[in-house]
């Protein structure tokens, strides 16, 4: 802790100081907080004053006051390569993770190999979903200290976090053997365990949890979830009823016991348990709750009032305006939704999913300037899955200049495309431009764009070979600030074809399909949240995939053969399938079957986004609402990216009816089908 007496020190000063210092040794945390506040009055600039008590300040988790004392001390003395670490950990619990790296890396020049900063930079790189470039860091932690349990264990939970669980799993067993009574690596490990499906096992870890720490709340709510993997939802309201009822007041359990029915879909089970608290008394957070429940329910129209009630009680509950505002965009009440989240913003500035679901309207408005500015809260968004592999260091500002541009991917495969639409307005503004893509996409792109470097973002590039950086997403608000900048119905086009593959795919077809009209076909999307909401079965497409004189390619990625098959016995028309062919993994290939179609005919999903970059008309499917995702904006009934992309919507919600009768009034008046 240091007790180094400066010579400005008085006497009286210094004996306070060790004083203040063995209080703090001994585990006094109050009395040492108070004479080190009373000195700091006197000694506003002594080093291992400010050193002392922002850690003792940060061990409370009073981070707010302990940061900037950390700041003024590295201002004094910049050569502490501990405060240096400490800084940055605290600015990581904060958020302000760009800050959190540039602190690690000043620790890191004055102790290069230090096994503790190492790991430091690998808990702040994993906040940063930069989750391969953590482990190198993580693994450096390990080879100058194989036994350092922070260091496995983070390595673990990044392990985890890349999908590589049963790799993770030796990392806290050695944490284990070091120390068995390790609460934190019986959790983590009980983590790893439950993605893998491991579900006894995990909850034998969490009750070893409990062992060391009976009231840890989290590892009782990992333990109630997994009986419900294990003895059903019976077993796991038992347990929680009889361990958890007592540990936590009584809404506090109501909402974590609905919380938990409701993801495991039980929402009876969760209705239930919120309505009967509510027969005894009205309640902002359980009516906000069921409105919630409500919503996922489908049961859109009653969660409304549910949470304007809610709202009458709380006026000022950002979480509660929230859900409202999600509802009545549910509903397509487009402006009172806005309104709705401008609220939110005014009772917590810092709500990045408010900011970004207002974004999202903004776009949805055509309002480009407003709506890109608030995209960018994005990376902040609780349960965004996609990696942000560089952060605000470097980053492009939309201006030319001589030099080397990356821009990664983020997101899924079809966003790739989308954002890709305006990859070519990057030619003659920078020097090079360098492609970090998905790779099923590095030859599409780098045939499209040859003066492009593309590559792989499995291979990924070393911070020396670019100068500035932007995500692919981002490229919106430097280029499309008005409705201008889309594309014209004749420009939409921008993906280049291998051409002889496509005369491969083309040749194969036509010797069986006889000169009839081919329409690609994809029908369901594989999105875990909200795919159900924007995917129609083919039984509910029946009226169109047996209309005379064309014939149906299956374009749909995944395993489609069975309910194919099912199809053909119910209604003895067969979909056509290409073999041999990956839809999943060869885009190239894929994208050559698309050429070949006269049309598509598909919901959204990656299929859409191909084929409306080939300039491929395409008949689009889309929701009311829900899962209806903010860039299908539309104008004359066609989307403003793809111009080729006609759009056919719900009129209401969960209402396919209307959207395939409009599509077979059109391929009737168009093709005569």
Known sequence: MGSEISSKLSRKQGERFERAALLHQAGNAQEALHEYRRLLRELPAFVPLLTNYSLLLLSADERSEAIPLLKRSLLISPAQPEAWTNLALALVEEGALEEALNAVDRALKMLPGAPNICNARAIVLSKLQRFDEALVWAMRSLDASPRYCDALNNAGM????????TEALPCFEQVLNLDP???????????ALEGLTRFDEAGECYAQALKYAPDLLDAHKGRARMLVKTEGEDGALAYMDRELACRLPQRDYVLFVAGLMQDCRRHDLAEGRLQRYLDDQDDAMILNQLGHLLFLKGEIK??????????????????IHMNRAVVLGALGESMAARDALARVLVLHPDFPEAECALSYLHLSLFEFEKGWQGYEARWQVAGNTSPRLYGESRQWNGEPFEGRLLIWKEQGLGDQILHGTLLKKLEGMVSQVVLLVDPRLVPVYQRTFPSYRCISVDDGVSDTSFDQQLPIASLGRVFQKTITDFPSVDGGKFLALDAAKVDSVRARLDDVLNGRLKIGLSWRSSNLSIGERKSIDLDGLHSILTMENAVFIDLQYGDTEVEKADFFDKYKKEIFTLPGLD???????????????DLVLTTSNSTAHLAGALGKETLLMLPFSLGRFWYWQQMDGRSLWYPMVKVFAQRSLGDWGGVIDDVKQYLGEKYGL
Do not use: H, Y
Request: aromatic share 2%; glycine share 4%; proline share 6%.
């Open 583 to 597: 839809k999943k993994q060869d885009i190239d290939g894929l994208l050559s079957l698309i050429e070949t179609c």
């Open 158 to 165: 990044i392990l985890s976090c890349l999908s590589r669980g």
């Open 181 to 191: 009574t390790s609460v934190k690596a019986w959790l983590n490990k009980a983590i």
């Open 302 to 319: 009653a969660a409304l009032p549910v949470l304007d009630r809610a709202v009458q009680i709380e006026p000022d509950a950002p979480d």
